[in-house]
Structure formats: structure tokens, C-alpha cells
């Protein structure tokens, strides 16, 4: 009997440790499994991970490329550019080639100014790559298209206490050649006309005169060397008449702007063309010759809406 029971002891010993053994297995297994999800886990994000900082280093390696594209388009055009032509004109293109020059510094900009007529010809014969000219096209200029880049408003101004407040084309041309000599004979005060102008070679009296038609034939009391001048002299002269860039002429209360022939000297009149006393500033090339890449991106740079402030600072309007 004693043996029987020792015998059952002994298989449930037994039993028992086999069940141990088993329990410990399944636990291994199961620590061993949630090792590997975990190591699967965190591999997969440090995938992610590299594959995001990959895609923002190709990001940002682009956005350099193209800044640095951007930033080289101006230093990788190079070359001359010759001008030739209006010598009413300088301002307009001394300011325009600073700022081309600015923006693309290895382009020289040349300017020659001959005058309009010298300009047009040598747009006609490339002895120049853009000619200037501060008139039209005549009909027989042909072969040549003109890009208007300015428009040239003169103002006619008089001293405040002058009661005349328009003139007509023709009374103007009086005024100044002086067949008209008492401002009585053009609706104003019984007084004398007192005509003040610019000097010999100035590019506003040449407009001035060119579109009043009264070349060689002004009778001036005084002759300026600048707008500035003319307006001042005006202003302290009850009995002046003188002309001055719109620009100019328009932002100075001591002088009175008048209208012409009953159109009031306003940038919008210029534009449109209702106010007579004008012209434009035009650059002019050969319709048979290709210009090169230089001269190409100067003149577009010239037509650009940019370039609205730098001509107004000039004393003249963008078209």
C-alpha cells in the first residue's frame, strides 16, 4: 500500500513539472513575439522618419536651385547696348539705364544724344541698336517701329494773379513769338506780357516750341537753364507766361497750370490725348535686324510696368 501511494506521488510530481516547463515556454514565446512587434514598430518609424527628412532635404535643395537661378539671371546676361537720338530724352534714359544697370551689372548701357533725327537714322542704318527720338515717325520713315516709353506733357503756367485761366493753341504761339504783347488782347488785365522760357538746346523748350509750332521764333524776356528756375521766376512775375514739365508744374501751388484750348493739363488728359501741348519718347529699332539679348532685355525693361516710378521721376508719364 505504502508503495502504491508513493508511486501516485511520484506521476503528479511529474505532471507538475511538465506543466511548469510548458507555462514557461508559452511566456518565452509571448515576450519573445511582443520583442519583434515592438523592433518591427519602431523600424517602420525610423523608415518614416528618414523618408520625411529625405523629402525635405529634396524640398529645400530645390528652392535653393531656384533662388539661385533667380538670383543669377541678371549677372548672366552681359554685353553693350548702344542708344542714339532725343537729346529731350536724358533724363528719361539716364535714370532707366541706372536702374537696368542696377539689375543687370554686367550690360553697358551707351547713350549718344544727337538729337531725334540722328537717332532714327541710325536705328535705319544699326549704327545704333535702339534710336530715340522725341517725335513720330514721319511716313517716309519706314522699315522702323517706334515703342513709345514716355510721354512728354508740357504745362503752360502764369502767375496766380493772372485772371486768365485758358488759352487757345494759336494765342499761346502769339503770346510767345510775340505778336501778342498785352495779356488785355487774350481776355486777361491791361498789362504787359512778360515770356520766360528755357535756354538754347534745352530738350522742353524744343517741345515746346516743336508742338506750339513757334521754332527760332519765341521772343523770351528771360531764358532758364532749368525748370525750377522758370517756375520761380514765374511766380515772382505778375505778368509771366512760361511752360515746365507737368510733373513739375502741377505739384508747385505758386504757379498757375492753364488749360488749352478748354483741356485741362492732367496726367489722364496726356494719356488719352485731349491735351494738345505733348509728345512722346519713343525708342526706335530696325524692324530687319534681330537685336541681341543686351539690347533685347533693355528695351523690354523700358516698356515694363516697373518702370512707372523711374519715369515719373523724370518728369514725364508712362503711356
Known sequence: MKKVIALLMTLALAFSLVACSSSDSNSGSDDTSDTQEQSSTEDAGTEDAST?????????????????????????????????????????????????????????????????????????????????????????????????????????????????????????????????????????????????????????????????????????DQELTSTGSVITAVAQNQYAIGYASLSEAAADDSVKVISVDGVEATEDTVKDGSYAIQRNFNMVVNDSTTLSDAAQAFLDFCLSEDVADYISQAGAIQP
Open 52 to 220: 520625411e527628412e529625405e523629402e525635405e532635404d529634396a524640398d529645400t535643395e530645390e528652392e535653393e536651385a531656384d533662388s539661385t537661378e533667380d538670383s543669377t539671371d541678371g549677372a548672366d546676361l552681359s554685353g553693350t547696348v548702344s542708344t542714339n537720338g532725343s537729346t529731350s530724352m536724358e533724363k528719361v534714359m539716364s535714370i532707366l539705364i541706372e536702374a537696368f544697370e542696377e539689375e543687370y551689372p554686367n550690360v553697358t548701357v551707351t547713350y549718344d544724344a544727337t538729337g531725334s533725327g540722328s537717332g532714327i537714322t541710325a536705328a535705319t542704318e544699326g549704327s545704333a541698336d535702339i534710336g530715340l527720338a522725341s517725335r513720330n515717325l514721319k511716313d517716309e520713315e519706314t522699315g522702323l517701329t517706334a515703342y513709345v516709353v514716355a510721354i512728354d506733357g508740357i504745362a503752360v503756367i502764369i502767375n496766380p494773379e493772372n485772371t486768365v485761366e485758358d488759352l487757345t493753341l494759336e494765342q499761346i504761339a502769339g503770346l510767345f513769338n510775340g505778336t501778342i504783347t498785352n495779356w488785355s488782347e487774350v481776355g486777361g488785365e491791361d498789362m504787359e506780357v512778360a515770356v520766360i522760357g528755357r535756354e538754347a538746346g534745352s530738350g522742353t523748350r524744343d517741345g515746346f516750341e516743336s508742338v506750339v509750332g513757334v521754332e527760332d521764333e519765341c521772343v523770351y
